[in-house]
């Protein structure tokens, strides 16, 4: 008996459990269902919280990141070439013997007053100045970008172009004359640092340093030869013919082994970024700038001066004709669109040298149209980049607002509008 009521109670008691948890599922699925969606709406609701405040520190480190200390690199001197450039061409219209140019063009001279060109020497002078006020910054603040533009093989050409600014600018200064002595110790300021990066860049080339010629070559190493050109044409106008030739000789013999280097370069090694393809104008640059630093040596347009403004001209040309090569890289403003004023204003001074040699009515239109063209592209480039000028300042950041600004390259991640 004892064991049938036993088994009654176990029973029993096993009816109760299950009637229990029949009773507890659904109010735990309704538990679960209630607390999913709780769940789910701080989730969404906590979301947009969490990405303003991701969005507030990527702005503020993106704000950070956008000073134009840490933006601005030594490409930007692009700008400065080619505004010292042009001021020598105003120099050079005015220049003597103008008794050797064409009748129209004693018209064209006319039309530029001195004053004119004192005004733009003057707006060289202010942007170099301002230039180098900003890159001097750059160097006290942010030295480890300045140390990786230096290690760069294309950023490291350009530490060449201030001091080839203001030799060129010095050159066009209508208060200095070249037989001063302040002229003379300026020389000596701006040339000294050409003459250590020689020594530093060229003997990397021919020795086992870290840049083999062979492997770092590119466009834009001929910087290094044209500031030694121009240095050595600042020195023959002082009358240091001495200091002119060693200068003169130095930049070709090292143009001569750019030159072969570049033309034997294999196909897809170190091959530029699509947007730097301006910078190949310098091919008709250097050769444009030796044509007038031997001028400025020998006294003479000689032959050995128009060798080197034919081969310019036939570079300049095969340049020209294929309009493709520069296609993707006009398709938004770029600062190294100023790449292209600079060699054309080398081209067009070196036209009106051979012109007052030559005299005659085709080096005469070819002097007129290359200076024509010359100005025209300054000038485009000028009121672009001034209509532009917040871009060109302000906006040329990341796209990664993460980005850390001392990993980018500073010369291909250049300013785009």
Request: charge should be positive; hydrophobic fraction near 45%; aromatic fraction near 14%.
């Amino acid at each position: 008996m004892q064991c049938l009521e036993c088994k009654r109670n176990l029973r029993h008691q096993t009816t109760i459990h299950t009637k229990m948890d029949e009773i507890k599922k659904p109010h735990n699925q309704i538990e679960l269902v209630i607390d999913s969606s709780i769940i789910t709406t701080n989730t969404q609701t906590a979301a947009p919280a969490c990405q303003q405040e991701l969005s507030f520190i990527n702005k503020k480190h993106y704000s950070s990141s956008s000073s134009i200390l840490t933006r601005i690199h030594a490409g930007y001197f692009r700008i400065s070439l080619s505004f010292c450039t042009q001021a020598l061409l105003w120099k050079t219209f005015g220049d003597q013997p103008n008794d050797q140019d064409p009748q129209m063009f004693h018209g064209l001279l006319h039309a530029f007053p001195r004053a004119a060109f004192v005004l733009l020497w003057c707006l060289a002078l202010t942007t170099l100045l301002s230039l180098s006020f900003l890159y001097i910054l750059k160097c006290f603040y942010h030295f480890k970008m300045v140390k990786s533009e230096y290690c760069h093989h294309v950023g490291v050409n350009y530490l060449f172009a201030p001091w080839t600014s203001w030799l060129l600018l010095l050159q066009t200064s209508p208060f200095l004359a070249p037989k001063t002595i302040y002229f003379a110790a300026l020389w000596w300021i701006f040339i000294l640092p050409v003459v250590v990066l020689d020594l530093k860049i060229y003997g990397q080339w021919f020795t086992k340093g870290k840049r083999f010629l062979s492997a770092v070559a590119n466009p834009t190493s001929q910087l290094t030869v044209i500031g030694n050109l121009v240095g050595a044409r600042v020195a023959a106008e002082m009358g240091w013919k001495e200091s002119a030739i060693c200068m003169f000789s130095l930049g070709m013999a090292h143009y001569l082994v750019l030159f072969v280097t570049l033309y034997q370069r294999l196909g897809g090694k170190d091959r530029l970024p699509v947007m730097l393809n301006p910078v190949y104008f310098l091919f008709f640059a250097t050769p444009s700038m030796a044509s007038l630093a031997w001028y400025s040596i020998t006294g003479t347009f000689d032959p050995m001066s128009k060798m080197l403004f034919f081969l310019s001209l036939f570079l300049f040309a095969s340049l020209v004709s294929r309009p493709n090569l520069f296609k993707k890289s006009m398709r938004r403003f770029n600062i190294v669109w100023w790449a292209y004023s600079f060699p054309l204003t080398m081209l067009a001074l070196a036209s009106i040298k051979y012109s007052r040699e030559v005299k005659s009515s085709v080096s005469h239109g070819l002097m007129l149209v290359l200076s024509a063209t010359s100005f025209a592209v300054f000038l485009g480039l000028f009121v672009y980049s001034a209509l532009n000028i917040h871009h060109v300042i302000f906006n040329f950041l990341p796209k990664r607002p993460h980005a850390d600004p001392t990993n980018m390259n500073p010369i291909t991640d250049s300013t785009k509008v």
